[in-house]
């Protein structure tokens, strides 16, 4: 999507602020002994009351209303009756639909008490997320995000996931420019455009670089149990910094 007017400004502005506060709804919920069903449905009676609709269920009829990952669980976790214990790393990812606008956030949290691993690996993913916000500017090359990712993952000692990634989003869950790889492909010769919409979300790992699904055709875990971190905007490409959208009021 490409944002015209001011209108549709104001309506994935909308859509974000629900998305943003429904997360940090949810990782204030986050304690031991609250399954991920539970945690799911705080999600979901949140988005209704704000008239959202889930959108992986919108558009991938998943079984939940947002993907909760936990531990070496990287991403689209299926909630359900697993109860999440001290120290767990959780991951939450809340993308939802309102008024045909879709905007698409994420973050990892750490249930006390946490391990200084947990807490490094959280923070150098969130370094890297502000590092690729940094490079996402109009008529800049597209993989400038992947280069910013991969540099911050090195610096401190992680890995990227290098099949999940960052997309375009706005009228639809997933849009052009399509995958966005959150390492350097010098092949890609994609250019962002001004008012562009697009996510950003950067996915370190402990030491691993791919995700595989475990079985219950959803959920993309690790090998070897390492643990992967993920913070996610949505955004809007401008000659600066990106208009981000999905900030908790």
């Not at 705080?42 to 209303?65: C, D, K, M, Q, V």
């Not at 999440?84 to 008024?99: C, K, M, T």
């Not at 956030?105 to 370094?127: E, M, Q, W, Y």
């Not at 993309?220 to 000659?239: D, W």
């Amino acid at each position: 999507m490409s944002i015209e007017t001011e209108a549709e400004l104001a309506g994935l502005r909308r859509i974000g602020r629900i998305v943003a506060n429904c997360l940090q709804l949810m990782g204030k919920a986050l304690e031991p002994g609250v399954t991920t069903r539970e945690l799911d449905e705080i999600g979901r009676n949140f988005l209704e009351l704000h008239g959202a609709r889930s959108a992986p269920r919108l558009t991938y009829n998943f079984p939940g209303t947002t993907c909760i990952s936990v531990n070496e669980e990287a991403a689209h976790g299926l909630p359900g009756e697993r109860k999440l214990q001290a120290a767990d790393l959780v991951n939450i990812d809340v993308s939802a639909e309102l008024d045909g606008f879709f905007a698409d956030t994420g973050g990892s949290f750490v249930i006390p008490p946490h391990s200084d691993l947990k807490l490094k690996l959280c923070a150098a993913t969130k370094r890297a997320l502000e590092s690729a916000m940094n490079e996402a500017r109009a008529g800049k090359f597209l993989s400038g995000i992947g280069r910013a990712i991969e540099r911050e993952a090195k610096r401190s000692g992680f890995t990227v996931i290098e099949n999940l990634g960052s997309h375009g989003v706005g009228r639809a869950l997933h849009e052009e420019p399509g995958f966005i790889p959150g390492y350097f492909d010098p092949n890609d010769k994609r250019i962002l455009k001004l008012n562009q919409v697009i996510t950003i979300e950067p996915f370190l790992s402990t030491g691993a670089r791919q995700v595989f699904e475990v079985g219950d055709g959803w959920t993309l875990a690790t090998a070897a149990r390492h643990l992967t971190a993920q913070y996610e905007h949505t955004m809007v490409i401008t000659n600066g910094r990106p208009l981000i959208m999905t900030l908790p009021a």
